[in-house]
């Protein structure tokens, strides 16, 4: 694949990544970077994740992907609608991206939706990672209009960048996303406003493992949750009640409920392994 100018619209964690990782692979013979962040910025040029921090996408564009909060992605799609250049995001949330695309008046054809299921609970370009995206799924959820050709470059990106590539409906992907990494934050988010600094030196890996994702950026998680509100609430329901039904165990010493749903879980959790 041969991308002469690659411009990444926000040099952060996931832009700075995709940048390094284009970089190593030898994808583009340009990498342009757009950040509005001085800091940010400064550090992506002298780590040489991009050759030249620009405000505007170049003429000479043709390839632009888009790592900024997945509530400003459509803003940008639309703005940049009439480029020649084959624009991707990489929103954890499609389904409110793709709807605000639709709605424009001329229909939008170098736009395809895309989400890397990869990332970290840094952030900032100093967390970029080139392997960040080794062996991650990518979801795309094109639109009707799409060009082919558009469509067939995105994914040639994602394939020598070494990840695995699903096609799904937006809807699809938010469902299942509010399941996977969503939900889960929020849990962790919830889940730290107990802890004092009490329980800190009483802490091991399960607490390590469990409360990771709370470190994660709470701006731009509290966009996600917004974004995703619909979907994530309907996971947020079905988690309660499988809480209140393994609280509800413990409460009356119902031994063969409460290990019935563990058992299940720990199987689940089993057969994810095989898979992995």
């Known amino acids: 694949m041969a991308i002469r100018n ?5 040099v952060g964690l996931i832009g700075g990544s995709l940048a390094a990782a284009v970089r190593a692979k030898g994808l583009a013979q340009r990498i342009t970077g757009i950040e509005p962040n001085p800091q940010s910025a ?18 000479d564009a043709d390839f632009c992907a888009l790592c900024v909060p997945s509530d400003l992605v459509g803003e940008w799609v639309l703005k940049l609608a009439d480029h020649a250049a084959t624009v991707i995001d990489v929103g954890s949330v499609k389904g409110p991206i ?67 590539i699903y096609l799904m409906s937006p809807a699809e992907h938010d469902q299942a996303l509010a399941v996977t990494s ?7 988010f919830a889940f730290m406003q107990q802890v004092s600094d009490v329980h800190t030196p009483l802490t091991g890996g399960g607490f390590r493992d469990f409360t990771r994702i709370a470190g994660a950026n709470p701006e731009l998680w509290w966009r996600i949750l917004r974004l995703n509100k619909r979907s994530v609430m309907d996971s947020a329901e079905r988690f309660v009640g499988d809480l209140g039904a393994i609280i509800e165990a413990i409460e009356h010493d119902n031994s063969a409920q409460g290990l019935a749903q563990l058992r299940h879980a720990a199987e689940k959790k089993a057969a994810e392994k095989k898979h992995e």
């Not at 969503?182 to 849990?187: D, I, Q, S």
């Open 6 to 10: 690659l411009v990444v619209v926000g």
């Open 98 to 164: 793709v709807e605000a695309v639709q709605a424009a008046p001329s229909p939008v054809t170098n736009f395809i939706p895309c989400h890397p299921i990869s990332g970290s609970e840094k952030s900032g370009p100093s967390a970029a990672d080139a392997q960040l995206f080794e062996s991650c799924a990518v979801v795309l959820t094109p639109l009707p209009q799409t060009d082919e050709q558009k469509l067939a470059q995105a994914r040639e990106l994602w394939q020598q960048l070494g990840t695995q």
């Open 182 to 188: 969503h939900l889960p934050h929020l849990l962790a």
């Open 42 to 59: 400064s550090y992506a040029l002298a780590q040489g994740l991009v050759d030249d921090i620009v405000d505007e996408l170049p003429v």
